[in-house]
């Protein structure tokens, strides 16, 4: 199996990190002897799971890369979540080990402490030499990254090197990625979108990642006036955010901008639906036909509009190379003729091996050897389109799959909340803004920006809510259950 660390091009600068570069030649000597040091005296860390909190950047690469290298299972963690969000990732994986760097490694050592779990930054394992390194087959568990699905607590994916390898190739075929090109990356690295789409792909074809920590919206442009990048791949969100930073400068200045992004090769958006407008906005700004693809953490990338042929705003394409896909009616029939809609299922080496410690919900997720994504799609025209969940619980938000159980669950700690339902509402910038409808206990008083102050620290920035609606109750059907239909009309 090809290491996902491209050794084909040695002299190829692999990473830009501020104003660093590193060629691949240099990371793979970093990465094998930080894997040196993470083996110590054994000989294979026989898929011990290490979850590490590090930024963008070659330390991330290094950390990433060195654990697969020494046998171990990567647990890349949110450097944005909060303590109690860490504490779930960590336990429920018997995480005995911990790699991260300062400010992060200062802020997690008392959950470490409490859980008796080693933290250790990544120069602690750099000591110079080399051993050597275990052979790794495609059947062997890779990483876990967590998601949120329809309980309260997320699950751990995992994915093996097969997987990981499959869900890579599929898209270095089908968007045709090559050892010249070059990408920014801004988004998160413990989503598949940041780890798989862009840092994979490109380290696997040889190419140039510039990491970018935060997205930083005026260097960011800077650099596409300059025609650094050759692809670039975003969430919606951020195509918003980009079209009102561009349409409030000056014309001079936007001009080479826009020019910048209509040079580039290929621009993709994914990770949430891209509306119509915004697809539209973009390619009348830029020349660019936004490539919209569906993916999700169990399965990689699935779908995909192409990158030679017609792009269609609002449809997520056609099947990527070594991907099955079939749609499932309510009857549980496979839908036969286009325009009938049904639950997405997937099959293929890029779907992920199991839900960590979780057989319940594995075996729940899998019906006759296909993936059951609970996603609604219908084929038109040879294309598919994505109608939504099947399920109300989960909102997709500026790029992430948001539980709103989990949410709930948070939310009723606060002292003056009796009720709450969490939903997802249309929102032009994030795709779905959280927003809470909230019953208050008696002689309680809540607002909006009270509720977000309230919520800081407990809640990662992306979960806290938008929108808050206070009622004297929430409807629910003859089972006690919230009826989040009912309650959408209400915004």
């Known amino acids: 199996m090809q290491s996902p660390l491209n050794t084909e091009f040695p002299n190829n600068i692999a990473l830009v990190e501020a104003e660093a570069s590193f060629t691949y030649a240099e990371v793979e000597q970093r990465t094998a002897e930080f894997a040196s040091g993470l083996l110590e005296q054994s000989v294979d860390l026989a898929e011990a799971r290490i979850a590490f909190l590090v930024p963008a950047g070659l330390d991330y690469v290094t950390v990433l890369h060195g654990i697969w290298r020494a046998g171990g299972v990567a647990i890349p963690l949110n450097v944005a979540a909060t303590e109690s969000e860490w504490a779930h990732c960590l336990s429920s994986t018997g995480v005995t080990r911990v790699v991260s760097i300062e400010p992060y490694r200062t802020q997690i050592q008392p959950l470490c402490d409490s859980l008796s779990i080693e933290v250790l930054g990544v120069s602690d394992y750099l000591m110079g030499t080399i051993s050597a390194l275990p052979e790794l087959t495609p059947e062997r568990k890779a990483m876990i990254i967590f998601t949120s699905g329809t309980t309260s607590k997320p699950k751990g994916v995992v994915t093996t090197h097969g997987n990981i390898a499959a869900q890579i190739t599929a898209l270095v075929d089908a968007w045709e990625w090559q050892a010249t090109d070059v990408i920014p990356l801004f988004l998160p690295l413990h989503h598949v979108h940041g780890i798989i789409a862009v840092l994979s792909c490109a380290l696997w074809a040889g190419a140039t990642v510039h990491v970018m920590p935060t997205l930083a919206l005026d260097e960011l442009c800077l650099q596409v006036a300059n025609d650094t990048y050759s692809l670039f791949m975003a969430v919606p969100t951020i195509y918003v955010k980009l079209i009102d930073h561009l349409e409030a400068m000056e014309a001079s200045e936007s001009e080479a901008v826009f020019e910048g992004f209509a040079n580039m090769r290929l621009n993709v958006s994914g ?136 949410i709930e669950n948070k939310l009723l700690d606060h002292p003056a909340i009796a009720e709450v339902a969490v939903l997802g509402i249309e929102d032009r910038t994030w795709g779905e803004a959280v927003a809470a409808v909230v019953v208050l206990k008696r002689g309680g008083e809540l607002t909006l920006a009270a509720l977000k102050d309230w919520c800081d620290g407990k809640l990662s920035a992306y979960k806290i809510p938008k929108k808050l609606l206070l009622q004297d109750s929430l409807p629910r059907n003859a089972m006690g259950k919230v009826t989040k239909p009912a309650l959408k009309t209400l915004f």
């Open 271 to 406: 990770s949430a639906a891209c509306p119509v407008v915004v697809f539209d906005t973009w390619q009348q700004l830029t020349g660019q036909a936004l490539l919209e693809r569906y993916g999700m953490t169990e399965i990689g990338m699935a779908l995909s509009n192409p990158y030679e042929g017609d792009r269609r705003a609002g449809y997520v394409g056609q099947p990527l190379p070594g991907v099955d896909v079939c749609l499932i009616d309510e009857a549980g029939n496979v839908v036969q003729e286009e325009g009938v809609s049904g639950e997405i299922r997937i099959r293929g080496q890029t779907v992920f091996l199991e839900y960590w410690d979780n057989p319940e919900a594995t075996a729940k997720s899998f019906v006759e050897g296909w993936f059951c994504t609970g996603d609604i799609g219908v084929l038109e025209a040879g294309y598919y389109r994505i109608m939504g969940r099947s399920s109300i619980d989960i909102i997709k938000s500026g790029g992430y799959k948001l539980s709103a159980l989990e």
